[in-house]
């Protein structure tokens, strides 16, 4: 069981590692002091999936460390 949960945590560490870098740049940062700004926040159905999946697979990585680092897998 404690080498499931070891790999659970680092296939989720990879998955969020790819989905991070799969969202699309915000301009919350310096650049929307510009006229880069964006009027309206508007995401796709796409995006809204992907943010969902983030979620659940965030989930997963500190479900597993948190069982881990607590010792209740044997």
């Known amino acids: 069981m404690l080498l499931f949960i070891q790999s659970l945590q680092i296939i989720?560490?990879?998955?969020?590692?790819?989905?991070?870098?799969?969202?699309?740049?915000k301009g919350d940062g310096i650049g929307s002091i510009g006229s880069s700004a964006?009027?309206?926040?508007?995401?796709?159905?796409?995006?809204k999936g992907l943010?969902?999946?983030?979620?659940?697979?965030?989930?997963?990585?500190?479900a597993c460390s948190a069982s881990l680092s607590w010792g209740l897998v044997k």
């Open 12 to 25: 989720s560490a990879f998955l969020l590692v790819v989905l991070i870098l799969m969202h699309s740049a």
């Open 38 to 47: 964006q009027m309206f926040n508007t995401s796709s159905k796409l995006e």
């Open 51 to 62: 943010n969902i999946i983030t979620w659940i697979i965030g989930f997963v990585f500190l």
